[in-house]
């Protein structure tokens, strides 16, 4: 008995000097961060903002393979963090601007954009530490765009509102972007000139706030 009360003894002492050394647990972080994936957690309230990634542009086209459409070489957003949790988390966020300009189209009988504009904003917006982000409409009504565009009978006005109202995308650490490939919209107004249904793709790097580049967690 004395030698198994030994042998306990020394585990135990073995174990203290062990949780002695190995000190505290690291801290987890939030969802959003600035500078790299353990840096300063980004503040409620803040605003983020980003352009269009250099090389790329916003696409609306007539399918998913395909590149009829309208497609700019100009957008912004800007959405402000509403909250952002530890992570692994889900960070929330208010997109109170979204711009499309410089446009132009290679739709038969259309020979120019006279204008693109993302209505009823706010939008609601959320990213998962998965790098999941999904934005939904919100008080003002639906995710919507409306395009005018000059043609040979004159100009007409197309109006899309994404299916489902939202829109799904993925986040990107490695160039701080967001992503959203083919997120279906639906005419809703307009004439035949405009395509039925309409397929938006962009990608926006890097995001960033007040304390830099902006990771997710």
């Given amino acids: 008995m004395r030698r198994y009360a030994h042998l306990t003894l020394a585990a135990t002492s073995a174990l203290l000097a062990v949780l002695a050394t190995a000190g505290p647990a690291a801290a987890a972080g939030n969802v959003l961060t600035y500078g790299s994936a353990t840096g300063a957690s980004v503040g409620v309230g803040q605003t983020l903002t980003a352009n269009l990634k250099a ?43 979204q711009t499309v300009s410089n ?82 919209f639906t005419k809703v107004s307009g004439p035949g000139t405009c395509f039925p249904t309409g397929y938006f793709t962009v990608t926006y790097a890097p995001v960033t706030g007040p304390g830099g580049a902006v990771y997710v967690n």
């Fill in 55 to 97: 090389g790329t542009t916003a696409n609306l086209y007539n399918s998913t393979t395909g590149s009829t459409g309208v497609k700019c070489a100009q957008s912004t957003f800007a959405a402000t963090v509403t909250s952002n949790p530890t992570a692994p988390g889900t960070a929330t966020e208010n997109v109170g601007t």
């Fill in 103 to 184: 446009c132009t189209s290679n739709v038969i009988g259309v020979i120019g954009v006279r204008g693109i504009t993302v209505n009823n904003l706010p939008f609601t917006a959320s990213v998962t530490s998965g790098k999941v982000l999904t934005i939904t409409g919100g008080a003002a009504g639906p995710i919507q765009t409306t395009a005018v565009l000059s043609t040979l009978l004159g100009t007409i006005t197309c109006v899309y509102q994404a299916n489902g109202n939202r829109l799904v995308g993925t986040a990107n650490n490695a160039d701080n972007s967001i992503t959203m490939v083919n997120q279906p």
